[in-house]
């Protein structure tokens, strides 16, 4: 039998149906209220009588709510908001088993009434069943996207195994709702933020990339906040920039001359009159830069950030002048706001115009920047094809 678990689900969702009717409650036509009375035409007291129902589910009142909604539902018996208001009223009021049988002919009548997909949701939760919860958050958030952002909602589906791989599942659909699940991302701290990046890599190990531009949004706000660990697991995940040790993109393959960089795991390129560079794609993939600083002083010509912590690292590049010979005219450090500087040390010139130094990281910082600092030039340097890792992985 299914009445217990449905008595259940309706006990255990009266207080978010308030929030979901206050969330819709500016469908076209529902201007009046409860405290417009008697001057409003009949031709127009069809709309009224749902304002008036929304009001009074909305402030609590479950008997002028359950009135309300018994005329509002006579006066148009298939309108699924009026019905899933109804059954939020009967619910509050007691009348659980009157209050369901509402909500089995309001699901009946299509995807479009987000308080009747809540309650089969929750009912779909309340019987273990993780694919039909799931199908209908997705229709709600079909029709409602910036739910996405709604705790009650999709918190369920972070905490829970079952159920978050079902939403896995509507998520590989590719529907328009997902974008904004993702982005919502930014906007969660603490353990809910921890819940929705596990679901993310979980995702990601499925096969489902959301891709760089999509994640690159969650993952500057993280790494601004000091989640540089997160951020970097989430980037690697979710965009198929090539890891180069303990950087991404060593050989700049996503550099764009167009504009300035902003995501913290790819080069920054200063869009400055001072520095002149050229893009020049290899053969074998990625790009060098021709790089030109011609202003009086040194200036930093490339940075990102890099993930390391207290150890010794080793740090290849290559440098070269037009001619093919070594350039020592730029030059690697690590660079933290609250932290000494470290620069290189066991710097070496290798065959190719390549080079290789050692860097000792003692302090600890949230978040290291690998810099190139470029000294002025006549001439253009070519640089690229960066490299980081620690000395025992090489």
């Not at 208001?85 to 619910?91: E, G, I, K, P, S």
């Not at 989430?234 to 167009?258: I, Q, S, T, V």
């Not at 794609?281 to 040194?298: D, W």
């Not at 290789?356 to 094809?385: M, Y």
Request: hydrophobic residues 45%; glycine residues 8%; proline residues 6%.
């Amino acid at each position: 039998m299914l009445i217990r678990p449905l008595r259940w689900a309706a006990a255990t969702v009266v207080g978010a149906y308030a929030l979901l009717a206050l969330a819709v409650g500016a469908d076209r036509g529902d201007t009046a209220g409860a405290g417009m009375p008697f001057a409003i035409p009949s031709a127009l007291r069809v709309n009224a009588q749902l304002g008036d129902l929304r009001t009074a589910v909305g402030r609590g009142d479950s008997g002028a709510a359950v009135a309300y909604g018994r005329e509002s539902v006579a006066l148009v018996p298939l309108d699924p908001r009026r019905l899933g208001l109804y059954a939020t009223a009967l619910t509050r009021k007691g009348e659980g088993e009157k209050a369901y049988e509402v909500f089995l002919t309001a699901g009946k009548m299509g995807w479009r009434d987000p308080i009747t997909q809540y309650f089969w949701m929750q009912t779909a939760m309340g019987l273990n069943d993780g694919a039909v919860a799931a199908l209908r958050l997705d229709g709600m958030l079909r029709t409602w996207p910036s739910f996405t952002t709604q705790a009650d909602l999709t918190a369920p589906f972070e905490v829970n195994q079952q159920f978050g791989d079902a939403l896995i599942a509507r998520i590989k659909l590719q529907p328009e709702w997902a974008r904004d699940y993702v982005a919502s991302t930014r906007l969660l701290e603490g353990t809910r933020l921890a819940d929705r990046l596990d679901l993310l890599h979980r995702l990601a190990a499925s096969g489902t990339k959301v891709g760089c531009a999509q994640i690159a949004q969650v993952v500057e706000p993280m790494a601004r906040n000091g989640l540089v660990n997160e951020a970097y697991g989430l980037w690697r995940d979710h965009c198929d920039d090539k890891p180069a040790g303990l950087l991404m993109d060593g050989n700049f393959e996503a550099y764009n001359p167009d504009y300035e960089e902003t995501v913290p795991f790819r080069w920054r390129v200063p869009a400055s009159g001072d520095l002149n560079v050229e893009d020049q794609r290899e053969k074998a993939g990625g790009k060098l830069l021709a790089m030109r600083n011609v202003s009086p002083i040194p200036m930093v010509a490339a940075s990102q950030i890099a993930m390391v912590r207290s150890g010794d690292y080793r740090i290849s590049w290559l440098a070269k002048d037009e001619d093919g010979k070594p350039s020592h005219a730029i030059a690697p450090q690590l660079w933290c706001s609250d932290a000494n500087e470290i620069v290189p040390s066991n710097v070496t010139a290798l065959p190719g115009g390549r080079w290789q130094a050692d860097l000792r990281v003692a302090d600890e910082c949230k978040a290291w920047i690998l810099q190139f600092t470029l000294q002025p030039t006549p001439k253009p340097v070519i640089f690229g094809s960066v490299s980081l890792t620690k000395p025992s992985a090489q």
